[in-house]
């Protein structure tokens, strides 16, 4: 573990010193694999694990009792079959919003706190690490979410039509940069989300690690600054259109392959 | 100033006077949302060629045209004729470079930038932009400056959607992103001679 732990603090420093020579890069895959021995993420996974299993909040419970949709505490594959409907809620929910109610139900901690919340800090940073944890049992699995059940189905309908819904005043919708193959904004390049390969490119690589800040975002982090930057008005943490537009993704890209966690710029 | 609060309370006029109830992804994109700073919710809510650009597949050819007709009407085109010459292409480099504004961490004060090089290309020197518009490398060296290409140009950056009603472009003009005299900087950028565009 010690070994381990060196060896993600040696990644962690080469991340924090590597970006300026990249601020120009077209090329980042060959990038991405360099690190992909070394993903900074690992920390964050270390540190969820440790979350998962700590008895923590009012209630003084870890989260070992959490069902993630395969039965209690089972963490292994989980995230790769989400989102899905949860019979308890009565509501379809992310990887986010079914921890959240976990979080709430098993240890105490208010949801409203975490929806009120901001990215990077308190509790939703605690979240964090633990998506980086849950997700990366997920790593190597193909996306399976599951788009016969009638609910997933109407988040997913939904879902699409939220991705081309243009609003604010840039007339921007989700399909403005990400509805064509090839494109690029300045030199990112964007998964075309309207195909199978796109979709399962951008759903199967978030949560990432995001080496131009040194942050690790979840895909409510990162739906939250798409919709930042197409000047839309704040999307609601967890609320219904991350989580429409988050089973459009998963299912859109159902089959593909899961990086869990990325690597980013 | 004044426009860039007239124009959103245009969007909304043209809405509350639409009868049709909510959709539910309409009511999704409201409830969904919560107002954070200069971002506020009524930018949840959808004017005519955002709501008939909101599917993947095209309006038909008559709505296109009625859109686009009516969104040419909303163009303000330059006093005095002046379309690039009172501008500086060295302040349409910064606008064209700078994707800055009108997000919620940005204030009434941020100073917007066009984001061009978000998704054209415009200097050759500059292999750091966007495809998602077309490469507009040597822009007047290949087109000239006509009255008729200055006059398009500056419709097209006032309000894109007049020429193709469902085109990604901001409507930098209408939508008080930009303002007159910004626009005939990024003029300037596009057709002075003197401009890294057209070397």
Not at chain 1, 37 to 64: C, H, Q, V, Y
Not at chain 1, 179 to 206: C, H, V
Not at chain 1, 229 to 247: H, K, M, N, W, Y
Not at chain 2, 75 to 101: F, M, N, T, V
């Amino acid at each position: 573990m010690r070994k381990k732990l060196m060896s993600v603090a040696l990644g962690a420093t080469i991340a924090s010193t590597a970006p300026a020579p990249f601020a120009q890069e077209l090329n980042f895959d060959e990038y991405r694999q360099m690190l992909a021995d070394g993903n900074p993420a690992e920390l964050f996974e270390m540190e969820g694990e440790e979350l998962w299993t700590s008895a923590r909040g009012p209630k003084n419970a870890s989260l070992e009792q959490c069902d993630l949709g395969l039965g209690a505490g089972v963490v292994a594959g989980a995230a790769a079959q989400m989102p899905r409907y949860f019979e308890d809620t009565g509501r379809v929910q992310d990887l986010e919003s079914r921890l959240m109610h976990c979080m709430e139900t098993l240890q105490g901690i208010p949801s409203a706190d975490i929806i009120k919340g901001r990215f990077g800090r308190d509790e939703r940073a605690k979240m964090a690490a633990i998506v980086a944890y849950v997700s990366a049992s997920s790593k190597g699995k193909p996306i399976n979410v599951d788009l016969s059940h009638p609910k997933v189905r109407e988040m997913y309908e939904l879902g699409e039509q939220a991705f081309f819904f243009r609003a604010g005043v840039m007339d921007f919708s989700c399909a403005s940069c990400h509805g064509e193959d090839g494109k690029r904004i300045r030199a990112t390049s964007l998964p075309n989300i309207t195909t199978a390969k796109g979709a399962a490119e951008g759903w199967g690589s978030w949560p990432a690690y995001r080496v131009s800040n040194s942050q690790f975002w979840t895909m409510q982090h990162r739906l939250w600054d798409c919709f930042r930057q197409q000047r839309t008005a704040e999307p609601v943490f967890g609320s219904d259109v991350t989580i429409a537009l988050s089973t459009f993704m998963a299912g859109k890209g159902n089959g593909g392959e899961i990086v869990w966690p990325g690597v980013k710029r | 100033m004044n426009k860039l609060i007239l124009a959103p309370l245009a969007l909304y006029a043209s809405i509350a006077l639409a009868a049709d109830p909510a959709t539910p992804v309409e009511t999704m994109m409201k409830t969904s949302f919560q107002a954070n700073g200069i971002a506020s919710l009524d930018r949840q809510i959808q004017d005519e060629v955002q709501r008939a650009c909101s599917s993947a597949a095209l309006p038909d050819a008559a709505t296109m045209k009625a859109l686009e007709e009516a969104e040419m009407k909303t163009i303000q085109w330059p006093a005095d004729g002046d379309y690039y010459q009172g501008g500086d292409w060295r302040e349409g480099q910064k606008i064209a470079l700078s994707g800055r504004g009108l997000t919620w961490t940005d204030t009434a004060d941020t100073v917007n930038g066009g984001g061009c090089y978000n998704c054209h290309g415009l200097d050759p020197a500059n292999e750091s932009y966007g495809t998602i518009g077309p490469a507009l490398h040597g822009y007047a060296k290949l087109r000239g400056n006509s009255e008729e290409v200055l006059k398009y140009t500056w419709g097209k950056l006032w309000n894109a959607k007049a020429y193709n009603a469902c085109s990604n472009m901001p409507r930098n003009g209408f939508g008080g992103i930009l303002t007159e005299q910004q626009i005939r900087h990024v003029m300037a950028y596009l057709f002075d001679p003197a401009s890294p565009v057209n070397k």
